[in-house]
């Protein structure tokens, strides 16, 4: 099994595969806040915890330095879905989102990928 590591620079978070491929997740800070942005995997290594690794350490990052998470990604979303108990991490509006609402917002930012993928 490869060990994986997640590296990070000033604008992306990223995972360098043996393949030569990588994964990232693109972000942006402005303020108090991290966006999380794009987040993408190569479809050989999608299903193995890869995206979640990467934005586990960008929440990781904005805790050490104060910062408040905006979900913009659909995976991000997707992730404080799965992780309910992370969600105090996040700015406004997301914090005060409902199951429902936030259920809402994931199935738009998919929508809009999906949309821009086709283009």
């Known amino acids: 099994m490869e060990e994986l590591k997640v590296e990070y620079t000033s604008t992306v978070f990223f ?7 990588k ?16 987040t993408y ?5 999608r299903g193995k915890g890869v995206a979640k690794m990467m934005v586990e ?3 990781e990052v904005a ?7 905006e979900p913009i990604c659909s995976y991000s979303v997707y992730y404080f879905l799965k992780n309910p108990d992370k ?3 996040l700015a406004e509006p997301y914090i ?3 199951e429902e609402e936030m259920k809402r917002y994931y199935e738009q930012r998919l929508a809009e990928e999906r ?3 086709k283009e």
């Not at 995997?41 to 290594?45: A, K, N, S």
């Not at 805790?63 to 998470?69: A, D, P, S, T």
């Open 96 to 98: 005060r989102m409902s």
């Open 23 to 38: 994964a990232f997740l693109r972000y942006g800070i402005e303020g108090d806040k991290m966006a999380l942005i794009e």
């Open 57 to 59: 350490k960008a929440l």
């Open 15 to 21: 995972v360098k595969f043996s393949d030569g491929s």
């Open 63 to 69: 805790q050490e330095r104060g910062l408040k998470i």
């Open 41 to 45: 995997t190569p479809p050989q290594h």
């Open 115 to 117: 949309a821009k993928e």
């Open 87 to 89: 969600r105090g991490m």
